[in-house]
């Protein structure tokens, strides 16, 4: 009984977050940050900030319940990320949260003391990040402490920022060889998290429908958003049985992730995904 107050606690602060219970979240894309391989010199700090701005103009102009900030330029990711690449964040986003009218989050590949230090002077509602499991793949090693970074959050008194965490690798393979089942059942009994995040291989693909439905009849009460994949093909199939979306790739021009959103498309998903 006890357990099943807790899980409920969770949708409702779940709702509470987004004023949804299955909010549609676009990505706010930075362009690759300075000092990183993909920077372009000519793209300086204000040109990321307009930018950045119409993004978010168009996101909430087609009816978007909640936007994340990203760093996806910065590829390849490294852990933990420069005193510059947080700087450099939180100075855009400072910017054009002052256009935001909906709920905003953090998100800095692939470090997570970086991102709950972002979303607090940001004073960010949510972040999606990496708090547990050891990785190899693409981007090297990622071992990631859920002691440390949780007392981190509580040292910097950012305890009201709600952790959306990923249970399966980025672009490599989990060293925990548990089911995401058993990763997510531990997680939710021993980690403050608000809940969780499952996608495809990497970003830009969705998914398995199987996996997210098993996922939802195993833990009703447990927040799970869609980190990747999202169109507006599929979402009609994937979202009833997940508690949101976070969408980038297919709502941009082109489908092309470092293009700006096309507000075409960004109305078409929210159309498809609101079964408007």
């Known amino acids: 009984m006890k357990e099943n107050i807790v899980m409920s606690t969770l949708l409702e602060k779940h709702y509470a977050t987004f004023g949804s219970s299955c909010p549609i ?4 894309h930075m362009q690759a940050l300075p000092g990183t391989p993909f920077s372009d010199s000519k793209i300086t700090l204000k040109n990321q900030i307009e ?4 993004d978010a103009y168009t996101l909430q102009d087609a009816g978007f319940d909640a936007v994340v900030f990203a760093n996806e330029g910065d590829r390849p990711y490294i852990t933990p990320v420069g005193f ?3 700087a450099n964040y939180v100075r855009i986003a400072t910017e054009v949260i002052e256009e935001l009218s909906i709920p905003y989050g953090c998100g800095v590949l692939i470090d997570p003391f970086a991102t ?3 979303a607090k002077a940001l004073e960010a509602k949510f972040v999606r990040t990496y708090v547990t499991g050891s990785y190899e793949g693409l981007f090297g090693s990622q071992k990631f402490n859920p002691g440390e970074i949780f007392r981190y959050q509580k040292q910097i008194e950012a305890t009201d920022v709600r952790v959306y965490t990923y249970f399966e690798p980025h672009a490599g393979t989990c060293l925990d060889v548990r089911s995401s089942e058993e990763m997510l059942e531990a ?3 021993n980690l403050p998290i608000a809940g969780a995040l499952f996608g495809g291989a990497h970003a830009g693909l969705p998914p398995e429908a199987s996996h997210i439905v098993r996922l939802k009849e195993e833990f009703t009460e447990v927040p799970l958003i869609i980190g990747s994949g999202g169109t507006a093909e599929n979402i009609s199939k994937l979202l009833p049985h997940a508690d949101g979306v976070i969408v980038g ?3 941009k021009k082109d489908g092309i992730l470092w293009n700006n959103v096309d507000p075409v498309r960004a109305k078409r998903f929210v159309k498809a995904a609101k079964n408007l």
């Not at 979240?25 to 706010?28: A, E, K, Y």
Request: with cysteine; net charge positive; proline share 0%.
């Open 25 to 28: 979240i676009g990505c706010l």
């Open 51 to 54: 930018r950045l701005k119409r």
């Open 84 to 86: 510059d690449t947080v």
């Open 116 to 118: 709950l230090a972002a």
């Open 187 to 189: 997680g939710i009994a």
């Open 249 to 251: 790739t297919s709502i």
